[in-house]
């Protein structure tokens, strides 16, 4: 009833790693696979036999069911196998996309004068201050009519909270509009 060809190496088994000893493998009456141990043993609870296509078929014997004359009681190899559990490693996380560079920050903060946390209040007294001197009517230079034409560009975008919000993140003025 059983062969030697009958017999291939362990596949693992219920979270196992292969073992690599020779099992048989059998067809339960569900149609699921079952490794077997290769030799009958006397204490098994599975019967095994070949059925008329010469496929190795198995059951659970029990008190209803006892073992049959032809069939073979066998210990199913889930139980003495000695593989390692296999433990599941989850799979590597995506690669993160590339970081944007972080926006050149302070421009404007630098022109007026005060730091990046500095209040409302700050910036406007910042900007009154630096108005005073940098005027055309004070000072005729004509370096110094650019200078006070970008202090008041910074002025506009840092004294609005939304303008002043979309410049810290991005490190642009926002698009006039």
Known sequence: MLSPSDLKACQGSKGKLPCGKQVRWTRSESGAQLAVDPAPHPDGNTAVWRDVHRVLRSRRITEDEPIAPWEKRMTPHAATCTGKLRVEVPPPPPPRPPRRPEPP??????????????????????????????????????AVRTR????????????????????????RPPRAG
């Not at 903060?109 to 940098?134: C, E, F, K, N």
């Not at 506009?156 to 919000?165: A, E, I, K, P, T």
């Open 148 to 171: 006070f034409q970008e202090i008041g560009e910074a002025y506009h975008v840092l004294s609005d909270s939304g303008r002043r919000q979309a410049y810290d993140l991005t490190g």
């Open 105 to 142: 920050t302070g421009h404007l903060y630098d022109l007026l004068g005060v730091a990046g946390t500095a209040s409302r209040d700050d910036i406007t007294r910042a900007y009154r201050r630096l108005a005073r001197q940098l005027h055309p009517d004070v000072n005729p230079d004509p």
